[in-house]
């Protein structure tokens, strides 16, 4: 039972995510994107969230 809490924990945090990152993030470069390419995005960031957010800040 744990595990699957951790695992819906993983994925709240990872659509809370997914939100900010692609509609309320301020990035110039993707201002210009289409809706469809944002939800597009959403089930990527869902699930790698954590990559993201290491590629986002270290660079």
């Given at each position: 039972?744990?595990?699957i809490h951790?695992?819906?924990a993983?994925?709240?945090i990872g659509?809370?995510?997914a939100i900010?990152?692609?509609f309320l993030k301020?990035?110039?470069s993707a201002e210009k994107d289409p809706i469809g390419f944002k939800l597009i995005i959403?089930?990527?960031c869902l699930i790698?969230?954590?990559i993201v957010i290491i590629k986002t800040y270290v660079s």
């Open positions: 039972m744990l595990i951790i695992f819906y993983y994925l709240v659509f809370l995510f900010w990152f692609t301020k990035n110039h959403i089930p990527g790698l969230w954590p």
